[in-house]
């Protein structure tokens, strides 16, 4: 008589504090967080193995040890081969994330298509679209070619079956949300598929050496769907970010094992794909209006590129009841703050005016350095009067309303020339650092404080 084979039981477990229940629940017992359960199959407990008396690992000095200088390989497109980290490494796990319709699919067929050069084999596996779509997105970007493969599918195992059956050096999961294990019984893009689809799929990059590229969809709240364990299951994490109904977009690192974060990759989407952006600076001060009131210059540094964008500040009264604050592009909370010291700091009184603030050219500016344009931004729009054209200004404000310091200033600087602008106003401790660093032909301004990089701005 043969026996039923049993299912191993499932267990569900929450995404933000481990806690184990034996049912789903729609709150975590343990921590309260909502809908974080997810399905795992209970394992078998190991049996216990004693440690051998004299392991065959030893530890050494590290000067000894000799360092796998991760290979890259390029994706020949430089903006994105820049934020990598210099290139694909082979056993790297790359994220990407961005919203739909951002390009997302055709940035990584572009990148396959450049790592595939010669002859390394490629698997494209597209759970989103079919053969033929693909295909022909390839063909329109003129990369269709033999060493690019195309599997669509839903099921994991189908991929994992491609990647044995082809053994291709790079992979593109398009996207992660899509794929499901049979394994497990909830449905595809649930937490738990998503974890396992991304784990087995790593766990075979770095088994043979692979580079892998998932691709996920970012939701409404602009958190990568899924359980933020996949953030920390990659070694990179990219976004694709833009203004869709602009041509720019805009790749970040916000995570590398492999790299720097916070690099910025520049593409603007023409119609046959997505084209590099060497010099974004001038792009983005494209169409800067010269002498209008609200708009200011900062040299930003989030990488090791630096990157001018234009602030702008639209300063009204406000109608109804509390004064709005809304910020494109910027940190909100740093608006508000700004705010609350010039108006206690510097004596500009604008807690009763609505503030609309926004980065030009759909970018994004994350770091302080930005506080002080910001700023004058906000005060150039409040007294209708422009700052000089050919004047940046960067720097932190602290809650005393004094500049401070910011990371590579002299960096800063030299872009800032290079595009012609001629004064910068800046922290004085940044200027007493530069040592000679400085480029020239551009006047430096040290200032201690706001209300003094006002008093520069505006004469
Ligand atoms: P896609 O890569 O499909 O976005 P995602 O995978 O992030 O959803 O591309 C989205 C948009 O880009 C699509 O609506 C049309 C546009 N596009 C171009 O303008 N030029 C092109 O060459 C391609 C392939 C797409
Ligand atoms: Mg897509």
């Known amino acids: 008589m043969s026996h039923p084979v049993k299912k191993p039981k499932s267990v569900y477990a929450c995404a933000e504090c481990g806690a184990e229940s034996l049912r789903w629940l729609g709150k975590c017992p343990a921590c309260g967080a909502w809908s974080s359960l997810e399905e795992r199959r209970a394992r078998p407990a190991a049996p216990r193995v004693a440690p051998p008396a004299s392991g065959g690992v030893r ?35 790359v994220l990407l994330g961005g919203d739909p319709g951002i390009g997302k699919s055709t940035l990584l067929m572009q990148a396959l298509a450049g790592l595939c050069r010669g002859d390394v084999r ?24 033999k060493n690019v493969l195309v599997v669509s599918t839903t099921d994991l195992e189908d991929v ?5 059956a082809e053994r291709p050096s790079v992979v593109v999961v398009d996207s992660v949300q899509t794929l499901r294990a049979a394994t497990l019984d909830s449905v595809a893009g649930s937490v738990g598929q998503i974890r396992a689809v991304a784990s087995r799929l790593i766990e075979l990059a770095k ?16 958190t990568l769907a899924g359980p933020k364990v996949l953030e920390h299951l990659v070694d ?9 109904s602009g041509a720019f977009r805009l790749v970040r690192t916000e995570k590398n094992r492999f790299g720097a974060a916070h690099e910025v990759g520049v593409f603007e989407m023409v119609e046959d794909g997505l084209r590099e952006v060497p010099d974004p600076s001038a792009l983005f001060l494209s169409e800067r209006p010269e002498r209008a009131a609200g708009s200011v210059v900062v040299p930003t540094a989030e990488g090791t590129r630096p990157l001018l964008v234009e602030v702008q500040a639209l300063v009204a009264p406000a109608v109804y009841g509390a004064a709005r604050r809304v910020s494109t592009g910027l940190d909100g909370k740093r608006l508000a703050i700004l705010l ?58 602290g809650l005393a309303g004094e500049l401070r310091a910011v990371p590579r200033a002299a960096l800063r600087l030299t872009e800032a020339q290079k595009l012609g602008f001629s004064r910068a106003i800046l922290p004085a401790t940044n200027l007493a650092a530069l040592n000679g660093d400085a480029p020239r032909g551009i006047e430096l301004v040290g200032v201690r404080s ?9 004469g």
């Open 236 to 244: 990179t994490v990219l976004a694709f970010e833009g203004d869709p």
């Open 59 to 93: 530890a050494r000095p590290l000067d000894e040890v000799e360092t796998d200088d991760a290979a890259r390989r390029s994706t020949h497109l430089a903006e994105l081969d820049r934020v990598l980290g210099g290139g694909a490494v082979a056993g790297g796990v």
């Open 340 to 397: 609350a010291v010039l108006d206690r700091k510097a004596q500009v009184h604008v807690l009763d005016q609505d503030v609309f603030a926004s980065v030009a050219g759909g970018a994004r500016v994350d770091e302080r350095a930005v506080d002080v344009a910001l700023a004058i931004a906000v005060v150039s729009s409040l007294r209708e009067r422009p700052v000089s054209p050919g004047l940046v200004a960067f720097g932190e404000v």
């Open 122 to 145: 490629g698997l494209y596996a597209s759970g989103e679209e079919s053969a033929a779509q693909v295909a022909s997105r390839a063909r329109r970007l003129g990369v269709a070619h």
């Open 450 to 458: 706001l209300e003094e990089a006002l008093r520069e701005a505006f």
């Open 207 to 222: 088994r043979d050496g692979l580079t892998l590229f998932l691709i996920g969809h970012v939701t409404k709240e602009g």
């Open 160 to 164: 994992e079956a491609a990647i044995a």
